[in-house]
């Protein structure tokens, strides 16, 4: 049973940037690959970002991938989302999810999710 809990959400202006965290407990998190999602209200959940057990590996979504850098410290139990250049579409709540999977978009292939945290940008 892995326990994931995310934070550093937040209100911020367009064109800043805010990192979000996910502090992982419980379980082997180094063998968990971790994925990024995020929820914009009255929208389904999106994928933001994966990077694998080792880190070795990222993907991102289009719409992201200049802008965002997915990270994890194993030595530590988190994985970072550092977010720039922020638009007020990114405007959802982010969440951290945990599965022992190969890359994948889809987040029914992850087994834990955390609660998530808002990010707001203003325009």
């Known amino acids: 049973q892995v326990q994931l809990v995310e934070s550093g959400g937040g209100l911020v202006q367009a064109g800043t940037s805010l990192r979000v965290s996910c502090a992982a407990s419980?379980?082997?998190?180094?063998?968990?690959?971790m994925g990024w999602f995020r929820q914009a209200p009255g929208k389904e959940r999106e994928f933001v970002a994966f990077?694998?057990?080792?880190?070795?590996?990222?993907y991102y979504t289009m719409s992201v991938k200049g802008r965002f850098t997915i990270s994890r410290d194993n030595a530590k139990n988190m994985v970072y989302l550092q977010m720039s250049s922020l638009k007020p579409e990114d405007t959802a709540v982010y969440y951290c999810?945990?599965?022992?999977?190969?890359?994948?978009?889809?987040?029914?292939?992850?087994?834990?999710w955390g609660q998530g945290t808002q990010v707001t940008v203003s325009s």
């Open positions: 990077i694998n057990w080792s880190g070795g590996t990222t």
């Open positions: 999810a945990a599965g022992r999977v190969g890359f994948t978009r889809n987040p029914t292939a992850y087994d834990y």
């Open positions: 419980g379980g082997a998190f180094s063998t968990y690959a």
